[in-house]
Every structure is written in structure tokens, then in C-alpha cells.
């Protein structure tokens, strides 16, 4: 056992021992009192000598009860609180109440729209770019933010049947101070910066989801012209393989250091590029390879900003590239 234990155990010991010997002493003085009374066949308040005693016993059991609740109440924080505390103690009982049934509700009607830390949006700016730039950047990523919060709070409205939130409403919050000494910070900084928006607790649905921003200095992952990822390929099996290599190139460029939302890294193909890119791979006869290359220097936070080329394998003379431009973003 620890000495916390060992403490615990005396202090409560001492307790009991100190009310037994308060307790006793009244009930000595109090039957003294009461023998006396009786041998004297004295009267208190005219009573006769036996109503008396009661009376001496009975106050000496109310005696015995006050003392022993106020060395209780004077030597313990909780019962002191329970004697003189217990409208503070009901309401705070009701409040706590309150925050359950609000908890309750939330999870009932679809859990959070985003979990503590999680990551919402970010994106890569130059450092050293002037006050008034780098604040525009810092408010469309916040407006960016409010976006997708209402988009994924609608995706919970849908299921649920309830009405949608307009794009137009705010549904975020974030501390003005902190927004205003983060734009100071990154105005002075040299070279890449990246800026991430995240979660600051965990955000209930139908409620504004408070929101906190951070920024570090962002290393070069590709740079232009870099072959993120390559596939061979065949006519007989472009389209399987194609979306095998679409996965296989986010996969590649996260592993080598690129941050995704929510497993993307931004830029996805659409169904009319993907049909321009089978019709070029359709024009190959044998066997040829796409290749994803970086369209410019890409950062950790970057979108992924890539061109994707076919290749002929069977006659570099007769070989045709695609370009397509996959993810492009306003900043690195």
C-alpha cells in the first residue's frame, strides 16, 4: 500500500477517533448531569425529575449529533460542500446534466463533422510575400475551410432528412488574434511555407466548428519535370491498369513526403479526362507506358500538379504524349 494510502487511512482514523472522544465526553458530562439532577430531584423548566432526564438525554444526543457534523464538516472539503454548498452543487448537477443531453443529441443525429487535430484544408505559399497577400491567402483557405464544413454537414443532413446548411452561412470558428500574428509570421519568412487548418476539438454536427491554423516551412518533394510515378501497359488492359496507376501515383507521392485531406492530395481526374486518355492510349498498337510527370515544383502541401504522358514502347518515332494538367492550385 503507498503512503498516500497509509495517509489517508490515519487522517480518517483520527477523524472517528476525535468525534468517538467528543461523543463520549458529552454523554460522561450529560449522565453526571442526569445523576445528579436525580438525586437532587431537581426540575428544569418546572418539569418532574424523570421528564427532566429525558430532556438531558435528549439534548445530549442533539449535542452529540451537531458536533460531530461540524468536526466533520471542519476537517472534510466534501461535506462542508454538502452542508453549505448544495445549491452551487445542484447547479452545476444541472448543467452537467445539460451537457449530456446536448452530447447525446449530437451523436444521435450523426456524431462529428470533424475529429480533434484532423486536418481541413491546406496549402503552400512563398514566405516574404506582402502583408496584404499573405492575408488574402489566409482567408480563402478559411473561406476553403467553411466549405468543406458545410458540405460534409449537409452529407450528414442528407442522410438524416434534415434541411441543409445555405453556402452561404459561417459555419466555423477561429481566434481573429491568432489569424492576425500567423499573417505577421509568414509575411517575414523566406522560402516555402505551408498552411494547414484544423480541427480544434472535436466538432458536433449543427454546430460551428472551431477551427485553428498552423504553418511550418515545407521541403521540396518533386521538382518540375520529375517523373512521379510510370506504368507499362497494353491495349487489352489500359483500363484496369490506368486506374491502377492513377492509385499507385498518389500512393508513391505520399509516401515520398506529400500530405493528403482525407487520404487525397487534390486534382482528381474528371470522366471527360479520363476519356481523352484512353482515346490516346487506343491509338497505341503494342505495348506503352504513361508516365506521371511534376507540371512544377512541388511541396509537401502541394496540390498534385502533375501532366500524364503516353509513351509508345515499340517505336519511340510513332510515340504521342498526352498532357493533362492534375491538380493545378493558385499557390505552390
Known amino acids: 500500500m503507498d ?19 467528543v461523543a463520549a465526553g458529552i454523554a460522561y458530562l450529560a449522565n453526571q448531569l442526569g445523576r445528579q439532577i436525580g438525586k437532587r430531584k431537581m426540575s428544569v423548566l418546572h418539569l418532574r425529575p424523570r421528564h ?3 430532556l438531558i438525554t435528549t439534548i445530549t444526543g442533539v449535542a452529540i449529533a451537531i458536533i460531530t457534523l461540524t468536526v466533520f464538516a471542519c476537517l472534510s472539503e466534501p461535506v462542508r460542500s454538502l452542508l453549505v454548498g ?3 452543487l445542484r ?5 452537467l446534466r445539460q451537457n449530456i443531453d446536448t452530447l447525446q443529441q449530437a451523436l444521435a443525429e450523426g456524431t462529428f463533422i470533424w475529429r480533434i487535430d484532423e486536418p481541413i484544408v491546406h496549402m503552400t505559399i512563398p514566405g516574404g510575400l506582402s502583408y496584404e497577400r499573405t492575408r488574402a491567402a489566409v482567408t480563402s483557405l478559411l473561406a476553403e475551410a467553411n466549405v468543406r464544413t458545410i458540405m460534409r454537414s ?4 442528407a442522410e438524416k432528412g434534415y434541411k ?3 453556402v452561404s452561412d459561417v459555419l466555423i470558428d477561429y481566434d481573429p488574434e491568432q489569424v492576425e500574428e500567423l499573417i505577421n509570421s509568414i509575411s517575414g519568412e523566406q522560402g516555402f511555407i505551408g498552411l494547414r487548418v484544423l480541427a480544434a476539438q472535436n466538432c458536433l454536427y449543427s454546430h460551428r466548428a472551431p477551427l485553428r491554423l498552423e504553418s511550418w516551412k515545407v521541403r521540396k518533394v ?8 510510370k506504368r507499362e501497359m497494353d491495349k487489352q488492359r489500359s483500363a484496369l491498369e490506368f486506374l491502377k496507376f492513377i492509385e499507385d501515383t498518389r500512393r508513391k507521392a505520399i509516401a515520398k513526403g506529400m500530405r493528403p485531406i482525407d487520404g487525397e492530395l487534390g486534382g482528381e481526374l474528371n470522366s471527360a479526362d479520363i476519356e481523352r486518355l484512353q482515346e490516346e492510349m487506343d491509338k497505341e498498337n503494342g505495348k506503352f507506358e504513361v508516365v506521371a510527370v511534376a507540371n512544377r515544383d512541388l511541396y509537401e502541401t502541394s496540390s498534385l500538379d502533375i501532366r500524364v504522358e503516353v509513351h509508345s514502347l515499340e517505336s519511340s518515332a510513332n510515340s504521342e504524349t498526352e498532357y493533362h494538367n492534375y491538380g493545378e492550385g493558385t499557390y505552390y
Open 91 to 95: 447547479a452545476e448537477e444541472t448543467q
Open 86 to 88: 448544495l445549491e452551487k
Open 222 to 229: 518533386f521538382s518540375e519535370g520529375e517523373v512521379v510515378s
Open 52 to 54: 427532566t432526564s429525558i
Open 164 to 166: 441543409p446548411t445555405s
Open 154 to 157: 449537409n452529407s450528414i443532413a
Open 3 to 21: 503512503f498516500l494510502s497509509w495517509h489517508t487511512i490515519i487522517r480518517v482514523a483520527g477523524v472517528y477517533a476525535l468525534v468517538a472522544a
